[in-house]
């Protein structure tokens, strides 16, 4: 049984051949239902986030498998903090329970949530503990939209690798005045930003699909953006722009986005790499967007599961978002401002380590590393970072193709090769034997 969708859409926006969606409070609220038949792959949340000046702060409150079914619930509650000049202040906490509403957005976990104050504004409040120091980081704020919500994928969209999984993504604040505190340890600074909030909710395995999405907005010139690509077994993206009350938006295969071969970085804490800008390019025939996302600070988290089940590795992102929307009529804006990005991946057991370019006169932007497992012949390849660091790990694809040793298992012999640009320079540099006693293997080229 699926969920039951109530009939609240009231208008469609149309510009070219993208569409979107208008929403309402109740699309905000709590969604899960169980069915009985897949409700340990049921995950539902609620993102926001606030920038002003030297401090942004990025909250999640996560539903996943409600009923525990799986053993591996996830009931939490996650803020990641960044002041500049500081440490990033970030933590989570669990709890067994939660409280919501199916009418109104009003989600509750233990001493944190949100809900309706003053309709259309929420209030936003929690607290956990920073992994890093013990100190409690608080916060209590008040998000006031001054942008329309709007369903950035309103139907059910096969976003993973197992049959019939399913999302919906609302933005239901794609431009907010947010006023408040934070609190991190011992010192509460006063917030008065901008801020965003989005809520997706379906049916999938939560460490199946390589999300990357970023958002911005200007609210002195009535201008926000929303953009994600998700990929799974197929593609699936949106971007929807609002300028002077006008929805703008771009439909999948309108969208393209090019990450470059030098624009990796490499987490140490996690031994992941991500790309630290791209480009994103539209046209729905009646407008066009050139938007450049770089990176400007990231904090990498992660949801645990037991392998050999795949996590989930997240990184949650500041960055300045730069383009130019044009009309076809001739009308222009530009932009550049700092917003937000994120970008996840599954984790299980990173293969990584740093190359020695000198050995073959080439750069990171033109090298790949090749790893092959010579039990299964299974090969992975993956780009380098501008610092020289790669890293290549399991997927959910190969969890799927062998649920009790993705892609390696305990001993297994990985053959791995340094490639310049065309497969010139080949080098064969080491055998690793895998030892998963480990978190992760280090292997430098």
């Known amino acids: 049984m699926q969920l039951t969708i109530i009939a609240i859409v009231a208008f469609f926006f149309l510009s070219g051949n993208g569409w979107a969606v208008d929403a309402s409070p109740k699309d905000d609220a709590y969604h899960y239902m169980a069915n009985g038949v897949d409700d340990q792959f049921y995950n539902e949340w609620w993102y926001f986030n606030v920038a002003d000046n030297d401090t942004q702060l990025q ?12 053993s591996e619930r996830k009931i939490l509650v996650q803020a990641v903090a960044m002041q ?40 936003v409040w929690g607290e956990v503990e ?24 309103p139907v059910q969209v096969h976003i993973g ?3 019939g999984d399913w999302i919906k993504w609302l ?7 947010v006023t408040g505190t934070l609190t991190i340890g011992n010192r509460t600074k006063s917030l008065q930003g901008t801020g965003y909030h989005e809520h997706a909710w379906g049916r999938f395995a939560l460490s199946d699909p390589q999300i990357t999405r970023a958002s911005v907005s200007v609210p002195l010139d009535g201008f926000s953006l929303a953009f994600a690509e998700i990929l799974g077994e197929q593609r699936v993206a949106f971007l929807g722009v609002e300028k002077d009350g006008k929805r703008i938006v771009f439909s999948e ?13 490499f987490d140490s804490m996690t031994a992941g790499i991500f790309p630290d800008a791209y480009i994103v390019e539209a046209d729905n025939g009646d407008y066009t967007l050139d938007l450049a996302v770089d990176v400007q600070k990231s904090a990498a988290t992660t949801l ?38 994120g970008f996840t991946a599954p984790r299980l057991h990173p293969i990584f380590g740093r190359i020695n370019t000198s050995t073959n006169n080439s750069t990171s932007s033109n090298i790949t590393i090749v790893a092959r497992n010579e039990r299964t012949g299974q090969q992975k390849m993956t780009n380098v970072a501008s610092n020289g660091f790669y890293s290549l790990d399991a997927n959910f694809l190969d969890y799927l193709a062998d649920r009790t040793a993705p892609w390696v298992a305990e001993g297994d012999r990985v053959k791995l090769e340094m490639m310049g640009q065309g497969g010139a320079n080949s080098t064969v540099a080491v055998v690793l034997s895998i030892n998963l006693s480990e978190d992760r293997q280090e292997v430098n080229l």
Do not use: C
């Not at 939660?98 to 009003?106: A, F, I, T, V």
């Not at 920073?130 to 994928?153: C, H, K, M, V």
């Not at 933005?171 to 005045?177: C, E, G, L, T």
């Open 59 to 70: 909250v999640v409150y996560l539903l996943s498998d409600p009923d525990n079914i799986s």
């Open 253 to 265: 295969k309108q969208i393209k986005i090019n990450y470059s071969n030098s624009n990796y970085s």
């Open 161 to 163: 690798h197992l049959k």
């Open 130 to 153: 920073d992994s890093a120091t013990g100190d409690p980081i608080r916060w209590d704020l008040i998000y006031q939209p001054t942008a329309r919500p709007w369903f950035a994928i």
């Open 171 to 177: 933005v239901y604040m794609p431009s907010a005045q």
């Open 304 to 341: 645990d599961y037991r392998p050999p089940l795949p996590s989930v590795l997240i990184f949650q992102q500041v960055s300045i978002l730069q383009g130019t929307l044009k009309s076809k009529s001739g009308e222009k804006f530009s932009f550049q401002e700092q917003g937000f990005s």
């Open 84 to 123: 500049d000049g500081q440490p990033h202040a970030m933590g989570k906490h669990h709890s067994r329970g939660y409280g919501g509403d199916r009418n109104s957005p009003m989600f509750d976990i233990d001493k944190s949530g949100f809900s309706t104050e003053e309709e259309p504004n929420l209030r």
